[in-house]
């Protein structure tokens, strides 16, 4: 399969619970990424990892784990989350990390934590 | 820091009417302008990059630095145009990273 796959497609775990969202790009990019998208707030940046370094890591709460085992892999380890965490969790893939570069998105897994 | 405002949520108007999306910045420096967009049932893709000066399915976007602003224009919607757009910012200043505005939601009614 081409371009950049997410699985699962839908999560629902209990605040105790550990889970971990994966993702995994085809397109031999450099980059990789997580966001966060909720109903009612824009797509927030969570971690960028450039070559399997993190590059960025925006205030994200400690119970998000982000891991790049490699270029082409990237997880998010998640665990004691809070109610408010459900939302869509998108991973995204670029070439390089730099100005003007063009993120490829996957389809997402629709987390919701009871 | 870095902000991208799309100031409204839903457009709806119909099918060969204008299209107007309006994506405000604010941003100290010169930033790359993006159009993203997400058709139901789809992925987030790129729509059309202020660097690319390019038209994509009939869609343009010209960089008002004036007004910080990258609206999003088409003259003649259609129905598959009916979509979320998301205007975003990259920038040196911002360590490269993309930066989103909250969305508009375009419904093309026949």
């Known amino acids: 399969e081409t371009g950049v796959t997410q699985t699962p497609r839908h999560l629902v775990m209990g605040m105790t619970n550990k889970k971990s969202l994966k993702c995994e790009q085809h397109l031999g990019h450099n980059a990789m990424y997580w966001y966060k998208q909720s109903a009612k707030k824009p797509l927030e940046l969570m971690f960028v990892y450039s070559l399997e370094e993190r590059v960025e890591n925006n205030s994200v709460p400690s119970r998000f784990s982000p891991e790049c085992p490699n270029s082409s892999h990237l997880f998010l380890h998640l665990h004691t989350l809070q109610p408010e965490d459900s939302a869509l969790y998108l991973c995204?893939?670029?070439?390089?990390?730099?100005?003007?570069?063009?993120?490829?998105f996957g389809s997402g897994t629709q987390l919701s934590v009871l | 820091a870095q902000r991208v405002t799309q100031p409204e949520k839903l457009l709806s108007v119909f099918k060969g009417a204008p299209v107007e999306l309006k994506c405000n910045y604010s941003y100290s420096g010169s930033p790359e302008l993006f159009w993203y967009v997400q058709y139901s049932r789809q992925r987030l893709q790129l729509l059309l990059r202020h660097i690319s000066r390019e038209s994509i399915k009939g869609f343009t976007a010209d960089l008002n630095k004036g007004e910080t602003s990258f609206h999003l224009k088409k003259p003649f919607a259609q129905e598959e145009d009916s979509a979320m757009y998301y205007c975003a910012l990259s920038g040196h200043n911002a360590g490269n990273m993309l930066t989103f505005g909250g969305g508009t939601r375009l419904m093309v009614k026949p």
């Open positions: 995204a893939s670029s070439q390089e990390v730099a100005v003007g570069e063009k993120l490829f």
